[in-house]
């Protein structure tokens, strides 16, 4: 390519962190370039001239591949959403009941204190309700 | 907290005649906090006094009878107390009638009051 090589504009796409595939085409064929390009997340690295149907191939191949990660794109963000969902219903009724633990633990502190007044207090017979 | 709760509940049965009653509740409001109402049927507060009965100087006699003694000091610790939880204290009384304090109790310090009173 005219302003920069397949390897650096497949450096620029990150393309593993995308949708779609990248195929290489080179009229230069090495091994090191061949194994650079796999390892920057070509799905494919063709030399040229390269017949129709053997393009067809990979363009096939990097197709499937689109749609699995498509696939595990959904998956995991259904998933991701679905645990989200469940952690804030788990933490709201993890809050709720030591809320009313608390308020249990609360009537149970009004009941020492009502009981220690009434005993200050032996001969006024006050009567103290709404914690029996 | 307690210390709070020990005071008004204290007063609340001070206050009331004899053989009176004292009404408790404890109720949740929304989920952060819990408010602990004590009513009594005693001589309630005079309205002018009503603003001054959680200053650390205001000894409240004037609306007790001799035999009841004076609030003295226990409300304005009460009061200290619950502010210093994030907490509050309010009272509604009407002479003659008898008073309702309620406690604002956040309940993130809920949990702390009752570790420390046990």
Partial sequence: ?132 | MSDALGCVIDNAVKFSPDRGEVLISVRAIGSGTIDISITDHGVGIAPDKVERIFDWLTQSEDHLTRTQGGIGLGLALAKRAMELIGGAIEVKTETGTGSTFVLHVPTATGEMAITDAS
Avoid: C, W
């Fill in chain 1, 1 to 132: 390519m005219p302003s920069m090589g397949g390897l650096d504009l497949l450096r620029q796409l990150h393309v593993k962190k995308h949708l779609y595939e990248a195929i290489v085409m080179t009229g230069h064929e090495s091994l090191q370039d061949a194994r650079n390009a796999m390892e920057l997340g070509a799905v494919s690295y063709v030399g040229k001239p390269v017949k129709h149907e053997e393009l067809m191939r990979h363009v096939r191949a990097a197709l499937e591949q689109v749609a699995v990660n498509e696939r595990e794109l959904a998956y995991r963000e259904n998933l991701e959403r679905e645990v989200r969902a469940r952690t804030k219903e788990l933490e709201e009724t993890l809050r709720l009941t030591e809320f009313q633990s608390r308020r249990l633990d609360m009537r149970g502190l009004v009941a020492d204190r009502v009981n220690e007044v009434l005993r200050r207090y032996p001969d006024k017979a006050v009567r103290v309700t709404g914690i029996e």
